[in-house]
């Protein structure tokens, strides 16, 4: 008994100063909420743009990597973000990872392929609609993707918080790729992949550092109800 009180005491110091959150919807629940923001995402691009994925691929090998490239990254980075919170799901987690990269490998496999400097592409690009109209697509996708990540205990918060940016500004860009008739390849890899991905990246960074904060907060609460 006399073993028992000291721990009794411990866990009443810690629900006491617990708060009531909402329970954790499944990963499947999640991942359909995804699934039906960017269904709605892409509807509102084809009435605003047009979309044409198949003249996306048929465009050439650079056009058809990229799309293929957006397409890992998107769905690679979300899955990353929300399996990554789930626990048990780390291998989903990995996995997902692993796509991701092989997407950004493959963007950066292009840039040395392009004729054209890439900072020369860059800096020709900064006034380009298809980078505005990107991050305006990826926006849906980022609120619902940023609401869910405040759910959860996830084992990597950084790489939460840039995966989930990156997933959403991969496919905001894979919306434009589809409807962009431009022919130029620098064009395509500066408006539709760099500067969203690390706008993406810079967005992602910041909830990172927020992700982290949080489950640093959390742990530090744990700490002072134990040694108090």
């Keep these: ?33 995804i699934a039906a923001v960017f269904a709605a995402t892409s509807a509102l691009a084809l009435v605003w743009l047009g979309l044409h994925p198949l003249d996306a691929l048929a465009r050439g090998g650079v056009s058809a990597v990229l799309a293929c490239a957006l397409a890992l990254i998107g769905a690679g980075g979300l899955a990353l973000g929300l399996a990554g919170r789930v626990p048990g799901r780390e291998r989903l987690a990995r996995g997902a990872g692993i796509a991701a990269a092989l997407g950004l490998l493959a963007i950066a496999a292009v840039g040395f392929a392009v004729p054209d400097p890439i900072a020369r592409a860059i800096a020709l690009e900064w006034q380009s609609d298809c980078f505005v109209r990107s991050l305006l697509l990826a926006i849906p996708l980022g ?41 130029s390849a620098s064009h395509w890899l500066a408006a539709h992949s760099l500067l969203p991905l690390a706008t993406g990246a810079a ?14 907060r959390g742990r530090t609460a744990i700490a002072r109800a134990i040694d108090g």
Excluded: F, I, K
Aim: glycine letters at 6%.
């Design 203 to 216: 967005v992602g960074a910041l909830a990172a550092w927020r992700l982290a904060r949080r489950a640093r």
């Design 1 to 33: 008994m006399s073993a028992a009180r000291p721990t009794e005491a411990v866990v009443a110091r810690l629900a006491r100063d617990l708060a009531p959150v909402r329970p954790m919807p499944a990963l499947r629940r999640q991942t359909a909420a």
């Design 143 to 183: 609120v619902v993707a940023a609401r869910l990540s405040l759910r959860g205990a996830p084992w990597r918060p950084a790489a939460t918080g840039l995966s989930l940016a990156l997933g959403a500004a991969a496919l905001g860009s894979l919306l434009v790729h589809a409807a962009c008739p431009s022919p």
